[in-house]
């Protein structure tokens, strides 16, 4: 019969001891060690075991746990330690012997018991370490989400923000302790909400307001973007969004990253997605992080510099996209290093790189198609068709 786990990963509520299970309850009377924030072990009864503080920043808490590897210890959490908790930091370290973990219910849980929101349709974001940003991609009026903040004056911060963005008139229920004696539950919309608020604490939001929402389909406005004209528009990146076919988990290079629209389309269409924006112009890099980081997408990276030799250290991709920067050395760099299956799809204007993907399509096969729009524009008094200047496409797997 295999040892028992020397690590127990317990959540705890601001209940303290009376919200634990048995076998939680059990594991702490076992333990030699207890380590956690002093507001978990503030909650605690007296113990036979050693408390210790987890330090700040969270990091440096992770040796000082391995350091009691072989001794019965409690690592104290907040609620489910998988659910935006520490859970998974901690156990990513650990061999899977060597940990147990026994939830208690999550701040998400205990929020939607107060409200009577189904979470099986609310967004739950955990934002007490990641940007306000995060929520932009799901502002749109009649979404309810579930956030987390990392302090009381997260709260208004958040309340600014959602203001700002043109979503002032949500409704917004701030709850904080959740479950404990110093439970509070305050309502307000966004605009209007005033007042100080303390640690832990959760905001629930009824989204409305005319501000403009992302919508789900590729193909996002052009004004959602800074930019200098450098960008694929509208309908042009619908279709190369499509060709590129993004799936769970993949990544994309974005070779000659204009305003970054294409990699932040790609990593907006799934949590999961990342992407590294290829960009030689610093100025051009630079309106790609802001982009970026207007709808909290760290999972795009900038990386500055020429194709090919810019993406010499970077992770292989699953789909590679070129916009700018097509030459023959650049493809016959993709063609020898990229992985098999890998899906490349590159857009041509001049007549130059539209020879070179007729050839290259030639020697390996794939899709070309060629691209005419026109948009309606005045012709004296009247309106015409103002035709835009004709793109190719090539995609195939290599």
């Not at 009864?45 to 746990?65: E, H, I, N, S």
């Not at 590729?218 to 076919?245: C, E, H, N, V, Y």
């Not at 294409?262 to 269409?269: A, F, K, N, P, V």
Request: charge should be neutral.
């Amino acid at each position: 019969m295999s040892e028992a786990p020397w690590l127990t990963i317990i959540g705890l509520g601001e209940d303290g001891p009376e919200g634990l299970s048995p076998a939680s309850r059990a594991a702490l009377e076992r333990a030699q060690i207890v380590m956690g924030p002093p507001r978990h072990l503030g909650l605690l009864p007296d113990l036979a075991a050693k408390r210790v503080d987890w330090p700040v920043p969270f990091a440096d808490g992770l040796p000082l746990l391995e350091s009691f590897r072989g001794r019965p210890t409690v690592a104290l959490v907040s609620g489910d330690p998988f659910w935006f908790g520490a859970g998974s930091v901690i156990a990513a370290r650990l061999a899977p012997g060597e940990w147990r973990a026994l939830p208690a219910p999550s701040t998400f849980s205990r929020a939607a018991a107060r409200l009577g929101w189904p979470l099986e349709t609310t967004l739950c974001l955990g934002l007490h370490a990641a940007p306000l940003a995060r929520l932009r991609p799901h502002l749109a009026p009649g979404q309810r989400a579930i956030v987390l903040l990392r302090d009381g004056p997260a709260v208004g911060a958040l309340a600014r923000y959602l203001a700002a963005e043109g979503f002032g008139d949500s409704r917004l229920t701030v709850l904080e302790a959740l479950g404990g004696p110093r439970e509070r539950i305050t309502r307000d919309t966004a605009q209007t909400l005033g007042g100080s608020f303390a640690h832990p604490v959760a905001v629930a939001i009824e989204v409305a307001g005319s501000g403009p929402s992302l919508p789900r389909a590729s193909g996002i406005a052009d004004s959602f973007f800074d930019t200098d004209g450098q960008i694929t528009k509208r309908p042009i990146r619908a279709l190369a969004l499509s060709a590129l076919a993004p799936l769970p988990g993949q990544t994309l290079w974005d070779i000659g990253g204009g305003s970054g629209s294409i990699g932040i389309e790609w990593c907006l269409s799934h949590p999961s997605l990342s992407a590294f924006s290829i960009e030689p112009r610093p100025d051009r890099a630079a309106r790609i992080r802001a982009n970026a980081d207007r709808y909290g997408l760290d999972r795009l990276q900038v990386v500055e510099g020429a194709a090919p030799a810019a993406l010499a250290d970077l992770l292989p991709p699953d789909a590679v996209f070129i916009g700018g920067g097509l030459s023959g050395a650049l493809m016959q760099e993709l063609t020898t290093r990229l992985a098999p299956g890998t899906r490349l799809v590159a857009h041509a204007v001049t007549l130059e790189s539209e020879a070179l993907l007729t050839a290259w399509s030639g020697q390996l096969g794939g899709d070309l198609l060629r691209i005419d729009l026109a948009e309606a524009a005045p012709l004296g008094p009247k309106r015409g068709w103002s035709p835009a200047r004709p793109i190719v496409q090539w995609r195939v797997v290599l």
